[in-house]
């Protein structure tokens, strides 16, 4: 372990109402990357916040390079070598590589921005890291994996000491990720201090040395990440242990009735004839990486975007489907991946929000019966246990997990036999992420199909009864849950497809 | 801190801060008015706002429901004169019955309504566009159908019976007929299922669509009651006015989008409140009745709305940024 650069003591932090940082301390050795982790809330984002200069600390000191530092913003501590390469990337889609690594510093031969210097520093940058991209190329054409290259390059074209990276592998691939850890570990060679945010517990365990919780607030400990397991960080986070086993055993019998049958569905690059059952009672998992066509799929069906051929049988008999009118018709559901864009309404309440898919139901004449809209959005809501201080709140005002229930509460509410969660658990902290698979457990168990898209390991293993696979477009590979292992996953999701 | 307990009193809450300010500022404009100007407290000058108000109250309703979906439409104010043109024409050349004149006016609007609603939510032609489309297309089609005549409608003693939907006597009619439809659209919007597809679909129209609702639909019929609105409008303006001519109305767009915003009606749709572009309007119907009485020009008005509008919007895109 190499010398301290960065150390945060006793930083503390208080918005109204809320106690965001109590006295936490956190420091960075050079050449470590160093893990920081922590359920939605717990205060990590508010530290690193602090560290930029995007927020002022009320109290604590944080000393960099042996100097007593404040940052008044990002611009400043970027200056000054500690960079955040950002969960959403900030990168101008229209111009090319080179010109948005430098954007801002354009190097100038007279009046003129001098293209060619940038490329060639670009290219420089590039080789330093072992980053194979074109410099030319434009942004928008390269995949998530290699922008995210591109937002380090920047970060260390800036003569970075401390680049923390916020949630780095969200978007990527499998192969991307392993690149990311290549470029990851040889800065920890050139001695940078890193810190690494995560949810991904498989992902701690391999790139980063220590690793610090935080909790509501509060620092918990700091661990050293090769002498730990999972459950050790988790306990941390949580302070209970949360992770089940994987199911081992469908209790969803082979001849179970199929509501959903799909046959040689086609819709674009991403679906290439798919074919699948859904079985009463049943989590079908999708499994795959990202840009595998789960999501395409899901709304294809589900009429969000126009397919090209294919048939789809609800309960035996076949359906038109060309909108969502059309699917939740049909009884089915889709809660989407993206809930703000696509699930909710945010300027909506609770009530408004359950009973915008049915609201047929509620009708007394050409007036909404808004105390019977309560009334049950308050039935679904109490059933789903979300915490609220009443239907009358506006979703806006709600957490991830509670905006995903009530989500489900508007499906409920239609009384959908067919669900299709899209990523039910993305951004969503690990106590609320538990509640969740209960529920989609429960929902099964009462005769509800389901089928779940997720682009996590565990998340597939610990809930499908099924499991089909898909790479590319197509769907690769069906497994029962009891012969499934994630090598058998990896080997349908990485299948060459030619 | 006080600022903050006053909003959180239940009935504050109720009634809504940002109308009780401004029904504050409505009156105090009345009072202030009324100490610089001789007589403006009387009568003459309080109808003269009202009729002002009228006209303007329908068009800026009916712009409420097409903004809560997050649209916007710049042709109301010359669709209005188109209205009120092609039937009065039909009425004076073609010696169509009063009363078939007026549904005309309103058919007209509801057309127009129409058209733009059908491209905006069906073709995805943005609003802007399409609105600015067809504010010259109402004002050529009116200008071809009267041959740039002005059109001028009858009086209440020679057939113009309309009139007393304006007023009978010295009896102000139409504000009872405003209210009336000012409550009928508060409940459209809060209470039917219309108002709330609109306003949903205003705030995020994908997650309605995904929730299996007929989006196109509803964005559709918000602009045709806004036609029809802008219909009921026509006939208010020639009920006080008598007289229109072909080529005009643009300036009423502002004023009808004035009075929406102020009220608390977002411009990025989601959020709209009828009461808010009731007292809206009643302050821009006063602003320019108390403008002309100072003895300013009207391109005062022209300057203040504009603003009006600039700092309505200012103010909701800055709690927007707050809320995030």
């Known amino acids: ?498 | 801190m006080i600022l903050k307990k006053i909003k959180e009193n239940p009935i504050v809450k109720k009634l809504g801060f940002n109308r009780i300010v401004l029904t504050g500022v409505l009156i105090l404009m009345y009072v202030i008015l009324s100490c610089l100007v001789n007589n403006f407290a009387g009568m003459p000058r309080v109808m003269s706002a009202l009729n002002y108000a009228y006209f303007l109250g329908f068009l800026s309703l009916g712009v409420t429901f097409v903004i809560a979906t997050g649209g916007i439409d710049f042709s109301i104010g010359p669709v209005m004169f188109c209205c009120a043109l092609i039937s009065g024409y039909s009425l004076t050349s073609h010696g169509v019955p009063m009363g078939l004149s007026l549904i005309i006016s309103i058919v007209v609007g509801v057309i127009f309504g129409a058209f733009n609603g059908y491209l905006v939510a069906y073709q995805k032609v943005p609003p802007f566009i399409v609105s600015m489309a067809s504010m010259n297309i109402a004002k050529g089609v009116a200008s071809v159908f009267t041959k740039t005549q002005s059109v001028s409608w009858p009086q209440a003693a020679k057939g113009g019976w309309f009139r007393y939907f304006v007023k009978v006597g010295k009896v102000p009619v139409g504000i009872i007929v405003f209210f009336a439809v000012a409550i009928a659209c508060s409940i459209l919007l809060n209470h039917t299922k219309a108002g709330r597809y609109m306003l949903s679909l205003g705030s995020n129209r994908e997650a309605v669509r995904l929730s299996g609702v007929d989006v196109k639909k509803w964005e559709m019929l918000a602009y045709v009651i806004c036609g029809l609105l802008v219909g009921i409008a026509a006939i208010y303006f020639v009920g006080a006015y008598t007289t229109v001519q072909p080529g005009y109305g643009d300036q009423y767009n502002n004023e009808a989008i004035a009075g929406c915003v102020m009220g608390g009606t977002s411009m990025a749709g989601g959020l709209a409140s009828i009461g808010g572009t009731v007292i809206g309007v009643f302050i821009i119907a006063l602003l320019q009745e108390g403008i002309l009485a100072l003895g300013f020009t009207k391109d005062y008005q022209l300057i203040i709305t504009g603003i009006i509008v600039i700092c309505a919007v200012y103010a909701d895109v800055m709690a927007r940024r707050r809320r995030n």
């Open chain 1, 1 to 498: 372990m190499g010398e301290v650069i960065l150390q945060m003591k006793d930083i503390d932090k208080s918005f109204p109402g809320v106690h965001a940082l109590d006295h936490v301390s956190f420091s960075v050795e050079k050449g470590e990357v160093h893990a920081l982790m922590g359920e939605n809330g717990a205060g990590k984002s508010t530290l690193m916040k602090v560290l930029t200069g995007i927020y002022t600390k009320d109290s604590g000191t944080i000393t960099y390079e042996g100097k007593e530092v404040e940052f008044h913003n990002a611009r400043e501590a970027q200056a000054a070598g500690v960079v955040i390469v950002h969960q959403e990337l900030n990168m101008v889609g229209h111009l090319n590589v080179a010109q948005n690594i430098f954007i801002g510093r354009e190097f100038k031969k007279g009046i003129k921005i001098d293209d060619k210097k940038m490329i060639e520093e670009s290219r420089k940058l590039f080789e330093k890291l072992n980053i194979d991209i074109d410099p030319t190329a434009t942004m928008s054409d390269l995949t998530v994996g290699k922008q995210q290259m591109c937002e380090i390059a920047k970060a260390i074209s800036h003569d970075a000491k401390v680049i923390i990276f916020d949630e780095p592998t969200a978007a990527l691939t499998e192969a991307e990720i392993q690149d990311l850890f290549k470029i990851i570990r040889d800065l920890r060679e050139q001695q940078l201090g890193i810190v690494y945010i995560s949810h991904r517990m498989d992902e701690i365990k391999v790139i980063t040395d220590r690793v610090t919780v935080m909790r509501d607030g509060c620092y918990v400990g700091t661990l050293i990440t090769k002498d730990c397991t999972k459950d050790d960080i988790v306990n941390m986070m949580v302070g209970r242990v949360i992770y089940e086993e994987p199911k081992t055993k469908s209790m969803v019998s082979e001849d179970a009735p199929v509501v959903l049958k799909v046959e040689h569905l086609n819709a674009g690059k991403m679906v290439q004839d798919v074919s699948f059952e859904l079985h009463k009672g049943e989590i079908l998992g999708f499994s795959g990486l990202m840009g595998a066509g789960r999501t395409e799929t899901a709304r294809a069906i589900f009429g969000a975007d126009p397919k090209e051929s294919g048939d789809i049988y609800v309960n035996g008999e076949k359906v038109v489907i060309n909108s969502p009118e059309d699917a939740v018709k049909a009884g089915i559901g889709y809660l989407s991946e993206d809930r703000k864009r696509f699930g909710i309404v945010v300027q909506k309440t609770i009530a408004e929000n359950t009973t915008m898919a049915n609201l047929s139901e509620f009708m007394k004449g050409i007036f909404i019966n808004k105390k019977k809209e309560k009334k049950i959005a308050k039935e679904l809501a109490d059933s789903l246990a979300t915490k609220m201080p009443s239907v009358d709140e506006l979703v806006v005002n709600l957490s991830g997990g509670n905006q995903q229930k009530v989500v489900i509460a508007k499906w409920l509410c239609k009384n959908c036999d067919i669900l299709i969660f899209d990523e039910p658990t993305r951004g969503i902290d690990v106590g609320a992420k538990n509640e969740i698979y209960k529920l989609m457990n429960k929902l099964a168990s009462e005769g509800k199909s389901i089928i779940m898209i997720s682009s996590e390991m565990t998340e597939i293993l610990r809930m499908s009864d099924r499991i089909v696979v898909m790479c590319e477009g197509k769907k690769t590979g069906e497994l029962r849950i009891e012969e499934t292992t994630q090598e058998k996953i990896m080997n349908f999701a990485t299948r060459d497809v030619g």
